[in-house]
C-alpha cells in the first residue's frame, strides 16, 4: 500500500481572514511572549529559505496582530537575516546545536529553544503557523491547571520501522496503560505548566539526541535506504501523546480533520509541503498586512 501523504494535511485552502481587535496599523497590547526558532542548518535548499523568510514573516506579524510578544531562537546565519523583523527578542541559542545531532531531526531547535526558554508558562509556535484570533493562547497562559498545550490530537499511524525505535528507547517513558495507542499531539503549537511533564518529555528528547548522533543516523540510512521512518515525528508527536496520558492538555483545533482552521477559529498551520505552495499568497498576504515588514524580508532574501 502506498504510504500516504500528509503533506497538505492542515492546509486551510488559503491563507485566510484576520479576526482582531487591532487598529488599522495592527497594534494591539502584547502581553503574552511566544517562542519561535528558526534553525537554518537544515534548509540546505536556497529557494525554499527564501520562502521561509516569508512565511516566518507572516507568521509574525499574525501573531503580533494577536497580541503576543514574539522571542525567535535561530543561528548566527538566521541572526543576519531576521534582524530587521522585529522580534521583541532575537537570539542566537541554536548555534548550540552540537555537531553530532543530524539535520533530519530538524526539530531540535524547537526543542533547544523550550530549553533556553525554561519550557514551562511559554508556547512554541512553528514558524509555518499564523495565529489570527486575538488571544487565542490566552487560556493556556491564564489557568495553570491546564497542563499543557498543543494543535490537536491525530489519528496517525506508525511508519516505516517505527516499531524498531520506540523498542530501542525513544519512548523512555512507558506506553503500557495505552499499548495499542498509535496517534501523536501535533506539535504546531507546544507549551507546558506542568514541570513533571515538560521534564520527561524535554529529558527524552535530548538523551535521543545523545543516541542518534549523526553517525548513527547515517548508518541507519545506509542499512535502511528505502525507510520513510521520520524520526521527529516519534520524538515529538508520539512522544507527548503518550506521555500526557492522565494530564489536563488544551487542544486548540477541535477536530481531527481541520480543513476549516484558518477562518472558523483563527489558527492555520502550513504543514509538509503545503508551505512551498502558496508563496505568492504569503507574500501578498505580508505585503498587504506590514509593508514595511515585507521590505525588509525581500532585503533578508538578497542575502541569500
Given at each position: 500500500?502506498?504510504?500516504?501523504?500528509?503533506?497538505?494535511?492542515?492546509?486551510?485552502?488559503?491563507?485566510?481572514?484576520?479576526?482582531?481587535?487591532?487598529?488599522?496599523?495592527?497594534?494591539?497590547?502584547?502581553?503574552?511572549t511566544i517562542v519561535q526558532s528558526l534553525w537554518t542548518k537544515p534548509i540546505t535548499d536556497k529557494s525554499k529559505l527564501r520562502d521561509t523568510l516569508f512565511f516566518t514573516a507572516l507568521s509574525l506579524e499574525y501573531a503580533h496582530r494577536s497580541g503576543y510578544k514574539v522571542n525567535m531562537h535561530t543561528d548566527r546565519k538566521g541572526m543576519e537575516l531576521l534582524k530587521d523583523y522585529?522580534?521583541?527578542?532575537?537570539?542566537?541559542?541554536?548555534?548550540?546545536?552540537?555537531?553530532?545531532?543530524?539535520?533530519?531531526?530538524?526539530?531540535?531547535?524547537?526543542?533547544?529553544?523550550?530549553?533556553?526558554?525554561?519550557?514551562?508558562?511559554?508556547?512554541?509556535?512553528?514558524?509555518?503557523?499564523?495565529?489570527?484570533?486575538?488571544?487565542?493562547?490566552?487560556?493556556?497562559?491564564?489557568?495553570?491547571?491546564?497542563?499543557?498545550?498543543?494543535?490537536?490530537?491525530?489519528?496517525?499511524?506508525?511508519?516505516?520501522?517505527?516499531?524498531?525505535?520506540?523498542?530501542?528507547?525513544?519512548?523512555?517513558?512507558?506506553?503500557?496503560?495505552?499499548?495499542?495507542?498509535?496517534?501523536?499531539?501535533?506539535?504546531?503549537?507546544?507549551?507546558?505548566?506542568?514541570?513533571?511533564?515538560?521534564?520527561?518529555?524535554?529529558?527524552?528528547?535530548?538523551?535521543?539526541?545523545?543516541?542518534?548522533?549523526?553517525?548513527?543516523?547515517?548508518?541507519?540510512?545506509?542499512?535502511?535506504?528505502?525507510?520513510?521512518?521520520?524520526?521527529?515525528?516519534?520524538?515529538?508527536?508520539?512522544?507527548?501523546?503518550?506521555?500526557?496520558?492522565?494530564?489536563?492538555?488544551?487542544?486548540?483545533?477541535?477536530?481531527?480533520?481541520?480543513?476549516?482552521?484558518?477562518?472558523?477559529?483563527?489558527?492555520?498551520?502550513?504543514?509538509?509541503?503545503?508551505?512551498?505552495?502558496?508563496?505568492?499568497?504569503?507574500?501578498?498576504?505580508?505585503?498587504?498586512?506590514?509593508?514595511?515588514?515585507?521590505?525588509?524580508?525581500?532585503?533578508?532574501?538578497?542575502?541569500?
Open positions: 500500500m502506498a504510504e500516504k501523504n500528509y503533506g497538505s494535511y492542515y492546509y486551510g485552502g488559503g491563507i485566510g481572514n484576520f479576526n482582531s481587535d487591532a487598529d488599522a496599523s495592527g497594534t494591539v497590547a502584547r502581553k503574552y522585529g522580534y521583541e527578542n532575537l537570539l542566537p541559542t541554536l548555534d548550540e546545536i552540537p555537531e553530532s545531532v543530524p539535520t533530519e531531526l530538524f526539530a531540535a531547535g524547537k526543542f533547544f529553544a523550550m530549553r533556553a526558554e525554561g519550557a514551562l508558562g511559554k508556547v512554541h509556535v512553528d514558524t509555518d503557523v499564523f495565529l489570527k484570533k486575538q488571544g487565542i493562547l490566552d487560556r493556556f497562559y491564564k489557568d495553570n491547571k491546564i497542563d499543557a498545550i498543543c494543535q490537536m490530537e491525530e489519528d496517525m499511524p506508525l511508519i516505516d520501522h517505527s516499531a524498531l525505535i520506540i523498542d530501542m528507547h525513544i519512548l523512555g517513558y512507558p506506553a503500557s496503560t495505552r499499548p495499542d495507542w498509535q496517534g501523536s499531539m501535533n506539535t504546531g503549537v507546544i507549551g507546558f505548566n506542568n514541570p513533571i511533564l515538560a521534564a520527561k518529555y524535554m529529558s527524552n528528547y535530548f538523551e535521543a539526541l545523545e543516541m542518534y548522533t549523526k553517525e548513527k543516523f547515517d548508518a541507519y540510512k545506509k542499512e535502511n535506504p528505502k525507510s520513510s521512518l521520520r524520526f521527529d515525528f516519534i520524538l515529538e508527536q508520539i512522544n507527548l501523546s503518550r506521555m500526557s496520558i492522565g494530564y489536563d492538555v488544551m487542544t486548540l483545533v477541535p477536530t481531527k480533520e481541520p480543513s476549516f482552521v484558518a477562518d472558523k477559529i483563527g489558527y492555520q498551520h502550513l504543514q509538509g509541503n503545503a508551505k512551498w505552495y502558496d508563496r505568492t499568497k504569503i507574500k501578498e498576504k505580508l505585503q498587504k498586512l506590514n509593508q514595511e515588514l515585507y521590505t525588509n524580508v525581500r532585503k533578508a532574501t538578497r542575502k541569500i
